[in-house]
């Protein structure tokens, strides 16, 4: 099992209730191209992302996290006008690398 925490760039708080909705909808929808991923549970404050999931070892926890940040942050910038003002130099969402808690 896997606990994974991450947060956006420069301690944002920009998870507000329809960014949240809308993130998770996405990352469920991350599972049709993994559907051997499993979210044991979804957490999202205003600012960070607790997931907990089991994952198959023929992927690493690197392609995971890279795999679930890279196109959830393409898809908040796309649905959420005011992420493209607040990161305009089109680095993503989210700050690089992700805390694995014990």
Same mark, same amino acid.
């Given at each position: 099992?896997? +606990?994974? &925490?991450? *947060?956006?760039? *420069?301690?944002?708080?920009?998870?507000?209730?329809?960014?949240?909705?809308? &993130?998770?909808?996405? &990352?469920?929808?991350?599972?049709? +191209?993994?559907?051997?991923?499993?979210?044991?549970?979804?957490?999202?404050?205003?600012?960070?992302?607790? &997931?907990?999931?089991?994952?198959?070892?023929? +992927?690493?926890?690197?392609?995971?996290?890279?795999?679930?940040?890279?196109?959830?942050?393409?898809?908040?910038?796309?649905?959420?006008?005011?992420?493209?003002?607040?990161?305009?130099?089109?680095?993503?969402?989210?700050?690089?690398?992700?805390?694995?808690? *014990?």
């Amino acid at each position: 099992m896997l +606990y994974e &925490l991450f *947060q956006p760039r *420069q301690e944002r708080t920009i998870l507000t209730t329809g960014v949240k909705s809308y &993130l998770k909808i996405k &990352l469920q929808e991350v599972k049709k +191209y993994y559907p051997d991923w499993e979210y044991v549970e979804i957490g999202i404050d205003v600012d960070h992302v607790h &997931l907990h999931m089991i994952i198959p070892p023929k +992927y690493s926890v690197s392609e995971e996290v890279e795999t679930v940040k890279k196109n959830t942050s393409r898809l908040l910038r796309k649905k959420f006008s005011f992420l493209k003002k607040v990161y305009w130099d089109n680095k993503g969402v989210w700050c690089k690398g992700s805390s694995f808690p *014990q």
